[in-house]
């Protein structure tokens, strides 16, 4: 079993909706990261969060450090938020930064 | 300006060869990663370097080599090629506990 579960794995949903995306993770961390894979390939950091909650735009990261799990929001969705969103681990900080990654959750947003 | 770029973005080569890939960052960053996403999308690390100094060394086969002539560069050779190398390879780069910033990714097809 991997240490970083994303759910749902596909997700489709229509323009505008709100959308959810999880993250559970079995080990210990110094941060969590979200990242963006567009269909062209590219990965984008979208979010490194500790604790708590941080907002960019139209995104929201939370994250429960004592359950372990974070959620990524996306409001209003559009269809260029089409992408795969990865969530990522860091175990162990400090100038290691090794990255866990989660499976991915492929999102489809229709006009 | 590109922040993290790598050089080639498509390599189509056969069994046997040595190749290698290339990758710069104008960022200023200490830490330099390399990961490959096979083809189920699926990201791992394989190695790290911080200020020139190998700080992650996942359990890669040898014929993989990075070499980081500064800090800015961190390229990866790769001997004796084998159909299993066919991946998209990221490089990425961080400042210490911060986000990644990651490259363009390679497409190595290994025929």
């Known amino acids: 079993k991997n240490e970083v579960e994303q759910s749902p794995q596909n997700l489709t949903a229509q323009e505008g909706e709100f959308i959810t995306i999880n993250c559970s993770y079995s080990?210990?961390?110094?941060?969590l990261h979200w990242l963006q894979q567009h269909p062209g390939g590219g990965i984008v950091s979208l979010f490194m969060?500790?604790?708590g909650k941080k907002k960019h735009g139209r995104l929201i990261a939370t994250i429960n450090i004592q359950e372990k799990h974070s959620s990524l929001h996306i409001t209003a969705s559009h269809p260029r938020d089409s992408a795969v969103y990865i969530c990522a681990v860091d175990p162990y900080g400090g100038a290691t930064n090794k990255l866990i990654f989660g499976t991915g959750t492929l999102l489809a947003v229709q006009p | 300006d590109t922040a993290v770029s790598q050089t080639p973005k498509y390599l189509v080569t056969q069994m046997g060869n040595d190749k290698s890939i290339k990758c710069e960052q104008n960022l200023g960053h200490d830490t330099m990663y390399w990961y490959k996403q096979d083809s189920k999308k699926f990201l791992k690390i394989m190695f790290s370097y911080n200020n020139k100094e190998l700080i992650i060394n996942e359990t890669v086969p040898n014929r993989f080599s990075p070499k980081s002539p500064d800090k800015a560069h961190l390229n990866l050779h790769i001997n004796s090629l084998e159909l299993g190398d066919s991946a998209v390879y990221f490089c990425a780069s961080s400042p210490q506990n911060r986000e990644q910033y990651f490259g363009p990714g390679t497409r190595l097809t290994v025929t």
């Open positions: 969060l500790s604790s």
């Open positions: 080990v210990g961390i110094s941060a």
